[in-house]
């Protein structure tokens, strides 16, 4: 069993940047993608990012492509989201994500985090 723990959402005016920040009970990278997820309210959950175990990228959304970031570190277990320029919507909900399968599928999504919220205020 994998735990899941993001941080790092919280309240910014548009504009602005954050980084959130995954942080896996165990390695995970050499066996698994890594994914972030957003969801706004009344809205479905998105895939927002991915990254393999060998660091190859994807960025589902249009939205965000030339705003966010994925990125990792192996040694601390932690995948992370910069997020630049945000927009009032990109508020959401944000979620880690752990799979089993690149190309990347939320199908093959083995554990959630808890999610954390990011509110951009216009």
């Known amino acids: 069993q994998v735990q899941l723990v993001e941080s790092g959402g919280g309240l910014v005016q548009a504009g602005g940047s954050l980084r959130l920040s995954c942080v896996a009970s165990?390695?995970?990278?050499?066996?698994?993608?890594m994914g972030w997820h957003r969801q706004a309210p009344g809205k479905e959950r998105d895939v927002v990012a991915a990254i393999s175990w060998s660091g190859e990228t994807y960025y589902s959304l249009d939205s965000v492509k030339g705003r966010f970031t994925i990125s990792r570190d192996a040694a601390k277990n932690t995948v992370y989201l910069q997020m630049s320029s945000l927009k009032p919507e990109d508020t959401a909900v944000y979620y880690c994500?752990?799979?089993?399968?690149?190309?990347?599928?939320?199908?093959?999504?083995?554990?959630w985090g808890k999610g954390t919220l990011v509110t951009v205020s216009s």
């Open positions: 165990q390695s995970t990278f050499s066996s698994y993608t």
């Open positions: 994500a752990l799979g089993r399968r690149w190309p990347y599928s939320p199908e093959a999504v083995d554990y």
